[in-house]
């Protein structure tokens, strides 16, 4: 088999980068990196071959319901796909882009190559909205991580030829912690082409005590989040790849409140010794959205990682994120600086960092050409 060498992003995948960045390094830009995108044809897909998976839909009054495992998740208004009502949505909250991202039950309910050709239509859908709206919108990919292989394939194809700007996954795949061997050969790819992951709960641990009052969305999303991050540090995986970033949504989930337990824990637990300093040195490794739902939380959660590490969020477009993401920080008493930083600065920083080149496997230091490639 021929080997390729290392190859740039194909001209239009290349030029929607470009036009996302610009937009991105503009002074005053809000930046909201939690904002949910449903394509219409991810819906029909699932209509006509989810339930053999276990996944359908149901009609509503207000758009339909995913019915996945217990819990149904909607109703998906047109605001999911109707970049126009999104884009004014976006306008009356003083948002200038979106990160568009799935949402649950994301593609790893699929089997088979359905969950690659739902996260191909996924990932196209995103690039087609940030072709048709440079200047508002940048991409996060969706995986179909349950077939790693497949995975590699499709991070190259949406970073490099498509332009998005980051990765979006699960805190599990089906149940199998992100720490898992099998999805090494993911992390290396993502790496490589140095993009942000963007973490989203689904599957939450401990779902059959959470049945009553919402709690598996108002318990079990944060629970499950700190469960994943805890992976990510006790496994190794981030001192494996010391430059990979990785945002936790709804404010770092219950980590932050519960990192001096994981410390006494690493300091008198002989099964965390593996781990070589204290899991609090690596709560900077993370970045984290605003969703917290309590300001006297969210200003811990600066004061502890740093503002430098917090970035505007809103759960768009469910009932359990924000109606006015940047009033949130503006109600934060923070200086005008750190505020920026907050809105949009830190953001820009992050998803800007892709290294649009894809990667190959001969390059073992930075600026070597693949062997067999030298020149003469």
Request: hydrophobic letters at 40%.
């Amino acid at each position: 088999m021929k080997l390729m060498g290392r190859r740039r992003t194909t001209p239009s995948g290349r030029k929607r980068a470009n036009l996302s960045a610009r937009r991105l390094q503009q002074a005053n830009s809000t930046i909201d990196v939690h904002a949910h995108f449903v394509p219409q044809g991810y819906l029909r897909l699932i209509e006509t071959e989810g339930e053999p998976h276990g996944v359908r839909l149901r009609s509503g009054p207000n758009g339909p319901m995913i019915l996945a495992g217990q819990f149904p998740i909607g109703p998906i208004t047109a605001h999911y796909h109707n970049l126009d009502l999104r884009l004014k949505t976006m306008d009356a909250q003083g948002i200038t882009v979106h990160a568009l991202s799935l949402m649950p039950p994301m593609v790893y309910w699929a089997d088979g190559t359905l969950a690659v050709r739902l996260a191909r239509l996924v990932n196209d859908a995103i690039a087609e909205a940030t072709r048709a709206h440079p200047d508002r919108f940048v991409g996060l990919a969706t995986l179909p991580l349950q077939n790693p292989e497949a995975a590699v394939g499709e991070v190259e194809r949406a970073v490099t030829e498509l332009g998005c700007r980051g990765i979006y996954l699960g805190t599990n795949v089906r149940g199998k912690e992100l720490s898992d061997p099998s999805f090494l050969p993911v992390f290396e790819r993502i790496d490589a082409l140095r993009v942000p992951i963007f973490l989203h709960p689904l599957n939450v641990i401990g779902s059959q005590r959470l049945t009553s009052y919402y709690l598996h969305n108002l318990l079990g999303n944060p629970f499950d989040t700190a469960v994943a991050a805890a992976n990510l540090i006790f496994s190794g995986l981030l001192d494996r790849f010391p430059k990979l970033e990785v945002c936790l949504p709804h404010a770092g989930g219950a980590l932050p409140y519960l990192i001096g337990r994981l410390n006494h824990g690493w300091k008198v637990r002989q099964e965390c010794k593996a781990l070589k300093k204290p899991p609090s040195s690596y709560l900077r490794r993370f970045t984290y959205d605003t969703i917290s739902h309590a300001p006297e939380s969210l200003n811990y959660l600066i004061k502890l990682v740093g503002v430098d590490r917090v970035m505007i969020g809103s759960d768009y477009c469910f009932d359990m994120g924000y109606d006015r993401p940047v009033k949130v920080v503006t109600g934060l008493k923070l200086g005008r600086n750190d505020q920026e930083k907050i809105l949009g600065g830190n953001a820009a920083r992050l998803l800007q960092r892709a290294n649009f080149c894809s990667w190959d496997p001969r390059v073992k230091k930075k600026g070597e050409l693949p062997s067999g490639l030298e020149k003469k």
